[in-house]
């Protein structure tokens, strides 16, 4: 596909040229505003499966010149929503050193530090995400907001190796961890709406879960998460740091967000 970038002349207000549906309605992310939520007493608790993966599994770390991405087992899946919906990958949103902020989804305009994507496809109806990818029901995706604070282990787990993963199309193989271990503790409370992928080609087929309660990581992991990588290759004679990589809030149109809690 077209080169894409988050800024400059290939840059969000751009993508509509080239993705047509980047254009279209259903878009995301957006900005959650406490007057737009409508509280669902029918939404469950979400329920991971085989989330916590062995040092013996082996995952790839890499870095596809947009996002930090980690590659996961079709094993983990979300086992309470209609279909089952099986893991693909997590990647990641942040904003730069100088300034902080880079989430996609905002909670009354507040943008937080980071965001954590974990991208899953309904498995009961497509064979892989490539032919789920543009489908209504094709993709389930679980926001996890990052705030700076306190250290987080589980971070650790990928980020000690990010110094191999510098340049575009560089990977390397990580040993398994507690997937689990990057998500909220509650993961009861949660925001629901049907949205896109906030990337190109920018597919209206995401059923979107952004959990209410953030993570935290430490301001050194922030930092090296939003200062170790480079858009461009190793071979590019000009270096390009890969940051602010956040797509802004889309308009929510007369789409319902649901909340699975009172406030
Ligand atoms: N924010 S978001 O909408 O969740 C989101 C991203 F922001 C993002 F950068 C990516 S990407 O890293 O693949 C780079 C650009 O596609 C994805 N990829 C998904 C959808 C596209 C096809 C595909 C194939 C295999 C695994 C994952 C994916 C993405 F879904
Ligand atoms: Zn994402």
Redesign the pocket.
């Known amino acids: 596909g077209y080169k894409w970038t988050y800024s400059g002349p290939e840059g969000e207000h751009h993508w509509s040229k080239h993705y047509p549906y980047c254009g279209g309605s259903f878009q995301?992310p957006i900005d959650i505003k406490s007057e737009l939520l409508r509280f669902d007493p029918t939404l469950r608790p979400i329920e991971v499966q085989n989330y916590n993966l062995s040092p013996d599994e082996q995952l790839t770390l890499g870095n596809?010149g947009?996002?930090l991405?980690i590659s996961l087992p079709s094993k983990m899946h979300i086992s309470s929503l209609q279909h089952r919906y099986s893991a693909?990958?997590l990647?990641f949103?942040w904003g730069s050193s100088s300034r902080i902020a880079g989430s996609?989804h905002m909670v009354n305009s507040k943008q937080y530090a980071a965001e954590m994507?974990v991208?899953h496809y309904n498995s009961d109806k497509y064979p892989n995400?490539?032919y789920a990818?543009d489908k209504s029901d094709g993709?389930a995706?679980l926001g996890v907001l990052v705030e700076v604070g306190e250290f987080n282990p589980a971070f650790e787990q990928f980020l000690r190796f990010i110094n191999g993963i510098k340049y575009r199309n560089q990977k390397v193989q990580v040993p398994g961890f507690n997937i689990r271990a990057l998500l909220p503790d509650r993961l009861d409370e949660y925001y629901r709406y049907d949205g896109?992928?906030?990337?190109?080609p920018c597919y209206p087929s995401?059923l979107w879960t952004v959990f209410r309660n953030a993570i935290t990581v430490s301001q050194k992991q922030f930092n090296a998460l939003a200062t170790a990588l480079y858009s461009s290759s190793a071979q590019d004679s000009a270096t390009i740091p890969l940051h602010s990589n956040y797509r802004k809030p889309q308009l929510v149109d007369s789409r319902i967000v649901l909340a699975s809690f009172k406030e």
Do not use: D, G, K, Y
């Open positions: 995301s596809n947009h996002a991405q693909a990958q990647h949103h996609e994507h991208v995400i490539s990818v993709l995706v896109s992928l906030t990337t190109p995401v």
